[in-house]
């Protein structure tokens, strides 16, 4: 996942990715991961960059002062959105020319889009921290004003942090365009937002518990939710966002808060 060339990336015209997806979530106890992964042996294949124990995946997320993107998740808004950094890998030693995402992550009705950019951490902090144009490639050029326009207009600033180590598995044969993603160890903060910052990280969600995300680009096969019912997993509408929120007291707890105490 390293960008060793920065200009060339930013010149290639394949740099703006955009996915639609459906998205399920469920909390999973650590104590079912085991099975969870024998199960998903069978069926998926394990993602080219998870390996043993996954990757390690930290973001850095943008609100209003009225926390507008926090509040349209919590009241579910049919059209909502979110605006993030997101670094995946160790972030030990990560400079202004590490690569990162910055991405756009909204929900239209049931769909979930994600829309996102590559370049170096230091023109991602010019973009969304100094809103500050950027150079890229005339295929992001509305990609790149769109996320100016927003932090602009709405003054949107840092506001919070996730972290997580994540396993990644994807679908084969029939399934392809089937992701899965078991979170584990998610915590967050509420300062010093610089991506690999040596600041205290608090779990936003007990460690003893992963988050588990199925994504279908139309609809989730009959098995996987067979599997899940199986084990007992039950749906649950959890934003690693919204827990950080609420977990530092930015904002009351929801009906959706997964006590991080437990």
């Given at each position: 996942?390293?960008?060793?060339?920065a200009?060339?990336?930013?010149?290639?015209?394949?740099r703006?990715?955009?996915?639609?997806?459906?998205?399920?979530?469920?909390?999973?106890?650590?104590?079912?991961v085991?099975?969870?992964?024998?199960d998903?042996?069978r069926?998926?294949?394990e993602?080219?960059?998870?390996?043993y124990?996954?990757?390690?995946?930290?973001?850095?997320y943008?609100?209003?002062?009225?926390?507008?993107?926090?509040?349209?998740?919590?009241?579910?808004?049919?059209?909502?959105?979110?605006?993030r950094?997101?670094?995946?890998?160790d972030?030990?030693?990560?400079?202004?020319?590490?690569?990162v995402?910055?991405e756009?992550?909204?929900?239209?009705?049931?769909?979930?889009?994600?829309?996102?950019?590559?370049?170096?951490?230091?023109?991602?902090?010019?973009?969304?921290?100094?809103?500050?144009?950027?150079?890229?490639?005339?295929?992001?050029?509305?990609?790149?004003?769109?996320?100016?326009g927003?932090?602009?207009?709405?003054d949107?600033?840092?506001?919070?942090?996730?972290?997580?180590?994540r396993?990644a598995?994807?679908g084969?044969?029939?399934?392809?365009?089937?992701?899965?993603t078991m979170?584990h160890?998610?915590?967050?903060?509420?300062?010093?937002?610089?991506?690999?910052?040596a600041?205290t990280?608090?779990?936003?969600?007990?460690?003893?518990?992963?988050?588990?995300e199925v994504?279908?680009?139309?609809?989730?096969?009959?098995?996987?939710?067979?599997?899940?019912?199986?084990?007992?997993?039950?749906v649950v509408?959890?934003?690693?966002?919204?827990?950080?929120?609420?977990?530092?007291?930015?904002?009351p707890?929801?009906?959706?808060?997964?006590?991080?105490e437990?």
């Amino acid at each position: 996942m390293e960008m060793k060339d920065a200009g060339h990336a930013l010149r290639a015209p394949s740099r703006l990715h955009a996915f639609n997806r459906y998205e399920i979530k469920y909390l999973v106890d650590q104590s079912v991961v085991p099975a969870l992964r024998e199960d998903f042996a069978r069926r998926l294949d394990e993602d080219e960059y998870s390996g043993y124990g996954g990757y390690a995946v930290e973001s850095v997320y943008y609100d209003t002062p009225a926390l507008r993107f926090y509040w349209e998740k919590i009241e579910g808004l049919r059209f909502r959105r979110k605006l993030r950094v997101r670094h995946y890998g160790d972030s030990a030693g990560l400079t202004d020319e590490t690569p990162v995402f910055v991405e756009i992550k909204q929900r239209v009705n049931r769909v979930t889009q994600k829309r996102r950019i590559r370049v170096p951490y230091g023109m991602a902090r010019r973009l969304c921290d100094k809103r500050e144009m950027i150079p890229h490639h005339e295929s992001q050029r509305g990609f790149v004003e769109e996320v100016l326009g927003l932090v602009g207009t709405l003054d949107l600033r840092a506001v919070a942090t996730t972290g997580y180590q994540r396993e990644a598995f994807k679908g084969r044969d029939a399934d392809v365009g089937l992701r899965v993603t078991m979170d584990h160890r998610v915590r967050g903060r509420d300062r010093d937002f610089e991506l690999g910052a040596a600041a205290t990280n608090r779990f936003t969600v007990a460690p003893h518990l992963a988050v588990l995300e199925v994504k279908a680009n139309e609809r989730v096969p009959y098995w996987m939710t067979d599997l899940t019912a199986r084990h007992g997993l039950q749906v649950v509408r959890i934003s690693k966002y919204c827990q950080s929120i609420e977990a530092f007291g930015l904002a009351p707890r929801s009906v959706f808060h997964v006590p991080e105490e437990l």
